[in-house]
């Protein structure tokens, strides 16, 4: 896992920057691979692993990686990250100008295709973006466009912003809509002016909103969807990317093949991707080995000791530094209030032993958090955390006892199909061992089951909990996982100081102003403690013997578009 130093350049590319180039630096040819291209070639068929989505594949309800890798492929948005460095390129936007950062132009490229045969215009991303938003749909990611003039229109009910639950409830039907509808159907900030430009204006000014565009939530949405809500694209998606969803076959497979009418700049090599679901990841591991798996995106921990993974996939293997976040979040109010005491929350956080578990469980290749943000990503500060990321059983047990202890089990919820097991069973060891209580690490089936139960605030006791970044910036690693009635605010955490300076880093006029905001905001999270730290995320990843340009992106995932069999 990455250190105190950037290890990777990913968001020294401004907001200003991609806005004044007006066009994509991308090009269609894959560029250098970790894996030999010698006898590479396009086309053919390759394996990739996966696991059970959350819910249907819709991106404005996808905020979790099972899903999301699928939309990935099958999507295109205004901007698309590098795969190489997380830097901003425009794809089927042509440019997005601004000269105020609250009021943006954004003008298309003609001639981008839905997998449906329809084009991609301007009407499909305002549609998009306004159903997105519009209350009654309680969308996982309705978050995002909070920046947008008139958001607080489409919200219905009684939904309390000091209560931090409501218009994000993921649960349709939200009983505090029911008669309430929200003022407006559709977002003032945004306004289709021919059919490949439109405009967005934001409340207040936004920086960064250019880099926030390459989002999955931000795709555009065909016509068709607004037929019947999203019902038959949540099986079927209708992308403008370069692989279409042929299958799922639940529990066991998602098969995509190639968009035949794709016309982006950055088309796929392989004519097959099936992303084969396990349930555990020693099966993968054992797989690809045998070389009928051919992308594996996590080494368990069985390979991870001693190193083994580089002896039993040598010149297949790489240990990358990425932007993820490991972390153990405690359960909201409203599911379980026995942890709502904060100095409780921060004696658990300095109870856990991270440099052990790292060494003993992870083979040293994670790096244990001083903090909530990434260590690759510009404005990062160590030490954000404090003392409380430090482990000291002495003093946990006497903050513990200030706060008055804690009654019966605590618990650790984690997904039985994830590389989990070990590290949350050392956690809840050491945190038993100092404060004196009994812990233990509980599985749940699948990640479809966990993040159900977490999203539906029915998740009672502590859970694990990961964070891929969705763009290459400070803010994200802040403003959607802790702001007020953020959709992956897993704890219902609310604070309003918070809250003001995420809306006062936004409106910086700079990056080192906006950075010392996003700072301060952190800064409070040590107080309050509504998510343990642990450690940063590193990718160590190992393929078959089939392909040729594999490539880990900076985001922890494979670049589908770029590998190629052998």
């Known amino acids: 896992m990455r250190g105190t130093t950037r290890t990777v350049a990913v968001a020294a590319v401004s907001a200003a920057a991609l806005l004044a180039a007006g066009c994509s630096s991308g090009s269609s040819t894959p560029s250098a691979s970790t894996s030999t291209s010698a006898s590479a070639k396009a086309g053919g068929a390759i394996t990739v692993h996966g696991c059970t989505p959350q819910n249907p594949f819709i991106p404005a309800n996808t905020n979790e990686t099972c899903g999301g890798n699928v939309l990935d492929a099958v999507v295109s948005k205004l901007v698309r990250y590098n795969p190489d460095t997380a830097a901003p390129e425009m794809d089927i936007a042509e440019k997005i100008e601004s000269s105020d950062n609250q009021t943006f132009k954004v003008t298309l490229n003609k001639g981008y295709m839905f997998s449906d045969g329809t084009e991609v215009k301007a009407k499909n991303f305002v549609d998009a973006w306004n159903w997105n938003r519009y209350g ?34 993921p649960k349709a039907g939200d009983p505090d809509c029911k008669g309430k509808p929200p003022k407006a159907k559709t977002l003032s900030g945004l306004k289709v002016v021919d059919d490949y430009t439109f405009e967005i204006k934001t409340t207040e000014k936004v920086s960064n909103l250019a880099v926030r565009l390459g989002y999955t939530a931000y795709a555009p949405l065909p016509d068709s969807f607004f037929k019947d809500d999203g019902k038959a694209y949540g099986t079927n998606p209708v992308g403008a990317g370069p692989y279409i969803l ?18 982006g700049k950055f088309p796929g090599q392989v004519d097959k991707i099936t992303f084969k679901i396990y349930q555990d990841t020693e099966a993968a591991y054992k797989d690809v080995q045998a070389d ?69 469980i992870l083979a040293g ?56 097991k070990g590290w949350t069973e050392a956690a809840c060891n050491s945190i038993a061992k100092a404060l004196g209580v009994e812990c233990v690490a509980t599985p749940y089936p699948d990640f479809a089951t966990f993040r159900t139960k977490i999203t539906g605030e029915e998740m009672k006791g502590m859970f694990r909990t990961g964070w891929q970044m969705d763009y290459p910036s400070i803010e994200n690693f802040l403003a959607p996982l802790y702001g007020t009635g953020a959709g992956s605010n897993d704890s219902r955490y609310s604070n309003p100081a918070f809250d003001k300076l995420m809306t006062e880093a936004a409106a910086a006029a700079d990056g080192a102003t906006a950075n010392a905001k996003y700072q301060e905001a952190e800064a409070l999270l040590k107080d309050d403690l509504p998510v343990i730290p642990m450690w940063y995320g590193k990718a160590v990843v190992g393929w078959s013997t089939k392909v040729a340009n594999v490539k880990v992106t900076p985001f922890g995932t494979f670049d589908l578009t770029s590998v190629t069999v052998k």
């Open 365 to 420: 290749t994670r790096v244990p958090a001083t903090g909530w943000v990434s260590p690759i990503v510009d404005g990062y500060k160590a030490g954000a955390c404090g003392e409380f990321c430090t482990y000291d059983a002495a003093k946990a047990k006497a903050l513990f006892d200030e706060a008055g202890g804690y009654t019966g089990k605590m618990t650790i919820g984690y997904n039985a199909d994830g590389n989990h």
């Open 136 to 169: 009654p749909n309680g969308t996982l990611n309705s978050y995002f466009f909070d920046v947008f003039e008139g958001a607080g229109d489409l919200d219905c009910g009684t939904f309390d912003k000091d209560q931090g639950t409501g218009e994000n409830d």
């Open 292 to 360: 009928n798996l051919d992308l594996l995106d996590s080494v368990p921990d069985s390979a991870l000791a001693g190193e083994r993974y580089k002896t039993d996939l040598p010149d297949r293997n790489e240990a990358k530094a990425v932007g993820t976040f490991a972390s153990i979040s405690f359960p909201s109010s409203k599911a379980d209030k026995s942890y709502d005491n904060p100095k409780l929350r921060q004696a658990i956080s300095m109870a856990i032993d991270r440099q052990t578990i790292v060494d003993k």
């Open 246 to 263: 042929e299958a799922y076959n639940k529990g066991s497979d998602m098969v995509l093949t190639k968009n035949k009418d794709y016309k």
